[in-house]
């Protein structure tokens, strides 16, 4: 048995032990690994993902603005979404790697082709911080800044305007890739062209590299959704927004769904006139311009 603090047993299981000492001629009961294991506190474990891939330069001081401006829009009253997009789901009958209860083994195609599904979904969120509500929008196209905007759009005209009555600005903290890329100036330019058309000022702030695990609705609002669609096999995208609905927690969290079945271009780009008047759109931070910028329609 191992007795020096740093020798570690990968992949092992008690039986696998028991091989392994006879035939160095130790016999031992299989019993005797178990408990022994038990007293060196040997368990099965899984991988913790906390090993840090990269650094980024004046991380904290971004992760000390994102909880400055929280807090100040928060006190006002003003909006805060955290808003990102959640792995997209083939559709079909498909194994998704997830336990359930049931009686009996369901049957599911034994090889994970794209060919063999009937379309993926793309779930987009919007967190409200403040009021614990999400808000899913389940996409059927591609993932891109205007999916997203569309997203925003819909849902602030919809529902969330009449929460926010007397707001002239939203603050969106996402991450700083894909859809909502920080380098992307198609990206911002769909924000400019989305606040226009709200006619309210948005505030973004990006997290930086490495930490979109800190970004709210990753712990807050996925997480949860993951627990409900746990073991469920998506056939159809109804059933994905109908376990979408299903959501919620003990602190209150409320889910609402709609599907987006708009078709979306991948490899827009940008209009020249914008990238080189950005100014006149775009009020960028004075510390941390990257990250932090203010989109003002008038």
């Known amino acids: ?34 408990g022994l294991l038990i007293d060196f506190k040997y368990k099965r474990r899984r991988y913790s993902k906390d090993q840090i ?29 955290s808003m990102d997009t959640k792995n997209k789901e083939p559709l079909g009958n498909f194994d998704r790697k997830e336990q359930y209860f049931g009686k009996d083994k369901r049957k599911v195609n034994d090889h994970d082709f794209k060919t063999l599904a009937n379309g993926i979904v793309i779930p987009h969120g919007l967190y409200d911080i403040a009021q614990n509500k999400g808000y899913v929008t389940l996409g059927t196209s591609k993932d891109t800044s205007e999916f997203v905007c569309d997203n925003i759009e819909w849902w602030w005209l919809n529902k969330l305007q009449w929460h926010y009555q007397n707001a002239d600005c ?41 930490c979109s695990k800190w970004n709210p609705i990753e712990h807050k609002l996925f997480s949860q959704i993951h627990k ?35 078709k979306y271009e991948t490899g827009r780009k940008y209009e020249e006139e914008f990238k080189n008047d950005i100014e006149k759109y775009i009020i960028f931070d004075d510390q941390l311009p990257k990250w932090n910028y203010l989109i003002n329609p008038n």
């Open 53 to 81: 891939i990269g650094t980024t330069e004046n991380r904290n001081e971004q992760f000390e603005k994102i909880s400055v401006l929280r807090k100040a829009f928060i006190l006002k009253g003003l909006p805060v979404f």
């Open 1 to 34: 048995m191992p007795q020096d603090s740093k020798t570690l047993w990968v992949g092992l299981f008690p039986g696998q032990i028991c091989k392994k000492l006879l035939r160095k001629g130790i016999i031992v009961s299989i019993f005797i690994i178990k």
């Open 228 to 262: 409900a669609w746990e073991g469920s096999i998506f056939h159809n995208i109804n059933i994905v927004r109908e376990l979408t609905m299903e959501t919620c927690t003990k602190t209150g969290l409320e889910v609402q769904v709609r599907v987006n079945n708009k």
């Open 170 to 210: 939203l603050l969106l903290l996402c991450d700083g890739g894909g859809s909502n890329s920080c380098n992307h100036y198609i990206v911002k330019q769909d924000l400019v062209k989305l606040a226009k058309r709200l006619n309210i000022k948005i505030l973004v702030a990006h997290y930086p590299a490495y």
